[in-house]
């Protein structure tokens, strides 16, 4: 049974960072597997943040968040995190964590079957 469980959110002022982790376990060959940050604000369609594939050497991100935030794994720990720095009002949403076998565009919510139930992180001015 695929479990994701993300850590991390909270409440920070602009310009502040937060560092959210992801720890999957049930990923059978994990290191193969997609896995991606989306967010999804009120009244908002989710959306997708960044993502890491190909064992770790690739990576996507929303324009949005370009040089602001970076993605890692630990395949080791079957843990992923999302580094936000520079961190914007415009941020504040629930953040989840997935995961798929295979995805033909990564930042794609739809292209996700497994999900984590998210953390809030609002960023305030």
């Known amino acids: 049974q695929v479990q994701l469980v993300e850590s991390g959110g909270g409440s920070v002022q602009a310009g502040g960072s937060l560092r959210l982790s992801c720890s999957a376990s049930?990923?059978?060959?994990?290191?193969?597997?997609?896995m991606g940050w989306f967010r999804q604000a009120p009244g908002k369609s989710r959306e997708g943040v960044a993502a890491?594939?190909?064992?770790?050497?690739?990576?996507d991100y929303v324009d949005s968040v370009k040089g602001r935030f970076t993605i890692s794994r630990d395949n080791a720990k079957n843990i992923l995190y999302l580094q936000m720095n520079s961190l914007k009002p415009e941020d504040t949403a629930m953040y989840y964590c997935?995961?798929?076998?295979?995805?033909?565009?990564?930042?794609?919510?739809?292209?996700?079957?497994?999900w984590g139930q998210g953390t809030q992180v609002t960023v305030s001015s």
């Open positions: 890491i594939y190909g064992g770790g050497t690739s990576t």
């Open positions: 997935a995961a798929t076998g295979y995805s033909s565009s990564p930042l794609r919510p739809y292209t996700y079957n497994y």
């Open positions: 049930g990923l059978t060959y994990s290191t193969y597997y997609y």
